[in-house]
Nanobody, 126 residues
Framework: HVQLVESGGGSVQAGGSLRLSCTGS????????VAWFRQTPGYEREGVAG??????YYSDSAKGRFTISIDRAVNTVYLQMNNLKPEDTAMYYC??????????????????????WGQGTQVTVS
């Protein structure tokens, strides 16, 4: 049974930090392109960061503040978020794309390519 489980969300003040975790079961995360997305009510879901192997990808809003990484030993992808801003408030989801490896297109891998999704973890910045 393939599953992604996010954790680590919470409420922080502007300028604070959070680390989100995405743990996979039933498959190996490092063999897939894994990404973090976020969504606020009334808005489309947007990509934040992605990782495949040693390659990492970031949205313009995440560059310089967020870091995506993977720990193969525990099959977990992390999103370290620093200098958080109120506009980072959203539900954060991780997702895995089984047919995408290294991404050579512009920007982040589009949402349509992702096969498996977690349930989300809420981040609130005030």
């Amino acid at each position: 049974h393939v599953q992604l489980v996010e954790s680590g969300g919470g409420s922080v003040q502007a300028g604070g930090s959070l680390r989100l975790s995405c743990t996979g079961s039933g498959f190996t995360l490092s063999a897939n392109h894994v990404a973090w997305f976020r969504q606020t009510p009334g808005y489309e879901r947007e990509g934040v960061a992605g990782i495949f192997g040693t390659e990492t990808y970031y949205s313009d809003s995440a560059k310089g503040r967020f870091t995506i990484s993977i720990d193969r030993a525990v099959n977990t992808v992390y999103l370290q978020m620093n200098n958080l801003k109120p506009e980072d408030t959203a539900m954060y989801y991780c997702a895995a794309a089984r047919r995408i490896g290294r991404w050579i297109g512009s920007g982040l891998v589009p949402e349509k390519h992702f096969d498996d999704w977690g349930q989300g973890t809420q981040v609130t910045v005030s």
